[in-house]
């Protein structure tokens, strides 16, 4: 009688061991960068942008903040720069202190300078801007 209880009761010491060692394998992996999340998962046509918070907007360069080449990083705007508001073809006036951007960039070959292609802000209606 006494085997057969110790027989169950090791049973169920086993079984409870099972249950929490898969539930420790079975979390979610924690995301490389917790500052932005996981960035396979969402905005994934905007993947090759650098994201930032608008921190100064002149005639010809936009100064971001909290990007990943760090703060105060500026970008210089051309007349061929695009911006995108909301989804739809924006203008320079329509970016404002505080206002969080993705910048699509591309270096100059001579000074290193880092020319903003693309200024997309808003909330995009889906899709690549």
């Known amino acids: 009688m006494k085997a057969k209880l110790y027989c169950v009761l090791a049973f169920l010491v086993g079984l409870t061991a099972a249950s929490v060692f898969s539930a ?26 650098i994201y930032g918070v608008v921190k100064k907007v002149e005639k010809d360069k936009l100064v971001l903040d909290k990007t990943e080449f760090g703060d105060d990083q500026p970008f210089r705007l051309e007349p061929k720069t695009k911006y995108v508001y909301d989804g739809n073809p924006g203008k320079l006036q329509d970016l404002k202190t505080g206002d969080k951007v993705f910048v699509q960039i591309k270096r100059d070959k001579k000074t290193g300078d880092m020319i903003a292609r693309r200024v997309v802000t808003g909330v995009p209606s889906g899709g690549a801007p």
């Open 24 to 49: 420790q394998q079975n979390k979610p992996p924690k995301a490389g960068t917790a500052r932005f999340g996981d960035p396979t998962s969402t905005a994934q046509h905007l993947q090759d942008y």
